[in-house]
C-alpha cells in the first residue's frame, strides 16, 4: 500500500512500506522538495494512511520490484512507491527500486 497527498501546490507527500539496511520493515515518508501543506481537516486521513501503511510493512514481504517492459509506471509496483515518478512519457524504467 503507498498513501499519496498532493497539496494545492502540487506538491507530493508518499508514505510506503519499506525495509532499513537489516531488512527490518519500517515506513518511508517522502515529500517533494518543497515540503507539503496539510489542511487541519486532513490530519485524521494522514495519520490513517500512515497507520495502514506501517500494518502492510509490518506483513509485507520483499519490496516490490520493477516491472520494466515499457508498461505505465502507474502498474509498476515499484514505480508507484517511487517518491519521484519516471519522467515522461511515464514508463516503467526497470532494473532496481
Excluded at 38 to 57: F, H, K, M, S, Y
Excluded at 76 to 86: D, L, V
Aim: charged letters at 20%.
Amino acid at each position: 500500500m503507498t498513501y499519496h497527498h498532493r497539496d494545492h501546490d502540487n506538491d507530493l507527500l508518499t508514505v510506503s512500506a519499506n525495509t532499513d539496511s537489516d531488512g527490518q520493515p519500517t515506513v518511508l515518508i517522502a515529500t517533494t522538495r518543497d515540503g507539503i501543506d496539510i489542511p487541519l481537516d486532513r490530519i485524521e486521513e494522514l495519520v490513517a494512511g500512515i497507520r495502514d501503511t506501517a500494518r502492510q510493512a509490518a506483513t509485507s514481504g520483499p519490496p516490490p520490484e520493477h516491472v520494466g517492459r515499457r508498461v505505465n509506471a502507474e502498474d509498476c509496483p515499484a514505480c508507484s512507491i517511487s517518491p519521484t515518478p519516471p519522467p515522461y512519457p511515464f514508463l516503467c524504467p526497470g532494473g532496481t527500486p
